[in-house]
């Protein structure tokens, strides 16, 4: 289950910087001119597979919910996938699929057929899907075939995850008018649970399976975590003791950069700090409550031995809290978060590129036009490689700004351009203002050939 993301820009002067945050609340199919590229991701983690295994262990043997898992669940034949009332992100599932295929080894392809498919993709309205799971953009339920059906059953009980013996038929609801940006990392984090891995681990720092949505797109991680699923070696029913005795073997042939590499210490989940920063970050709370429980999550995230990116997520949602009181301490904390993502995570992580934004706003309103370029050029690719429209966005409106302050028109306009084109992908464009932004901009562009 994907949670809704919080529509808001990443600090103040994005907000400022960039339209898309405060006229754009709504969403449509994807703008013809602008879509994310089939995205080609290295194979394999550089991280000690022993970690790895654990990490394994802890996705496939439990739920989102806490439920421990008795038995091992993947799909025993080939998987074939249907989608229904989404026709505009036809190609974005079939590069997924094909990533699949590639980077995970799993037999899996589209059919036109939904009868004849395992997993079945269906548009329902954002309303109809608030009205069932209000926190949720999108979600699974396991051995349902159609909405109409699931409504229609919905005071049975359910199939449970757990009570399966092996994965069959699922249904993923995804909304049909919903933002590109979400519909489209709907695909990616249910199909590839569907597959398996049901759990979310706010612990992992590069997985699409990580309550904070950072990620948009599978990532190396989880397609290394899925080709280990479907390797001949397991099958679904096994105990967690059988699954781990075969995984050492199986980690060694399938991700090389981990062999012999030396175990890193690893503060395990936190149920203290996840529910503090799902306080912190819920739109619907107080600014008092949101603000205690950042502080409180903060601290926590501070006292993990040793710290990680839950340090600078902390960080990153107190200095949005802090921005408007605050603004010298905001810039503090967004600079100190800047620092544990770089230390941590290295400068060309999407993580550090999240941290950077914040850094980049607050230089721009410093008038540090520069740095702020400097931090934009070195953080794009990242939001590229990513996909992520919102990060992208900003990253570059930001720019844009920096550019016309230094004198560099023609830049400057081609990174606004650029920056309301994926804009209307991350926000969506029900007004249509930034459409017509993007049109102006790129006429006068036109004027000056």
């Not at 043997?61 to 989404?86: H, M, N």
């Amino acid at each position: 289950m994907r949670g809704a993301p919080v529509r808001s820009c990443l600090a103040a002067a994005c907000l400022a910087a960039l339209a898309a945050c405060a006229t754009a609340p709504g969403g449509g199919p994807p703008p013809s001119e602008v879509r994310f590229a089939p995205v080609a991701q290295p194979r394999g983690v550089a991280r000690a597979n022993a970690d790895l295994a654990q990490d394994f262990l802890d996705l496939t043997f439990a739920l989102e919910s806490g439920e421990k898992l008795d038995r091992l669940l993947r799909y025993e034949a080939p998987v074939r996938v249907s989608i229904t009332g989404l026709d505009a992100y036809r190609p974005d599932l079939e590069a997924l699929l094909a990533r699949l295929r590639d980077e995970a080894g799993v037999d899996v392809a589209l059919s036109a057929d939904p009868k004849q498919a395992q997993i079945r993709i269906e548009g329902v309205p954002a309303s109809a899907l608030a009205r069932v799971f209000p926190s949720a953009a999108c979600f699974i339920v396991p051995g349902e075939t159609t909405w109409r059906g699931f409504l229609r059953r919905r005071g049975d009980p359910p199939l449970r995850w757990g009570e399966q013996k092996e994965l069959g038929v699922a249904s993923i609801f995804v909304p049909h008018d919903g933002i590109p940006q979400d519909v489209r990392d709907c695909l990616h984090e249910e199909i590839t649970q569907a597959l398996g891995p049901a759990n979310d681990l706010y612990r992992l720092p590069d997985s699409i399976w990580n309550d904070d949505n950072l990620h948009s797109i599978a990532t190396p991680f989880d397609m290394l975590i899925l080709r280990a699923l479907y390797q001949p070696e397991l099958h679904s029913g096994m105990t967690r003791e059988e699954v781990a005795a075969r995984l050492p073997a199986i980690l060694s042939r399938e991700n090389p950069k981990g062999r012999g590499a030396p175990r890193q210490a690893r503060h395990p989940e936190s149920r203290a700090w996840a529910s503090a920063i799902e306080v912190a970050q819920a739109p619907r709370g107080s600014r008092e409550q949101r603000l205690l429980a950042a502080r409180q999550a903060t601290r926590i995230a501070a006292e993990m031995r040793p710290p990680d990116h839950r340090l600078a997520v902390s960080l990153l949602t107190l200095g949005r809290l802090t921005l408007r009181s605050d603004p010298a301490a905001a810039a503090r904390y967004f600079a100190e978060a800047y620092d544990v993502s770089r230390r941590r995570l290295g400068t060309g992580d999407l993580r550090t590129a999240h941290a950077g934004v914040h850094v980049a706003a607050v230089a721009l309103a410093a008038g540090e036009y520069d740095t702020t370029v400097t931090l934009a050029d070195r953080h794009v690719p990242a939001a590229r490689q990513g996909q992520n429209a919102i990060l992208l966005a900003g990253l570059l409106s930001l720019e844009s700004e920096a550019l016309l302050a230094l004198g560099r028109t023609e830049a400057a306009r081609e990174a606004r351009i650029d920056s309301l084109r994926w804009a209307r992908y991350g926000f969506g464009d029900d007004d249509g203002t930034l459409a017509r932004e993007q049109a102006a901009l790129a006429a006068l562009r036109l004027d000056r050939d």
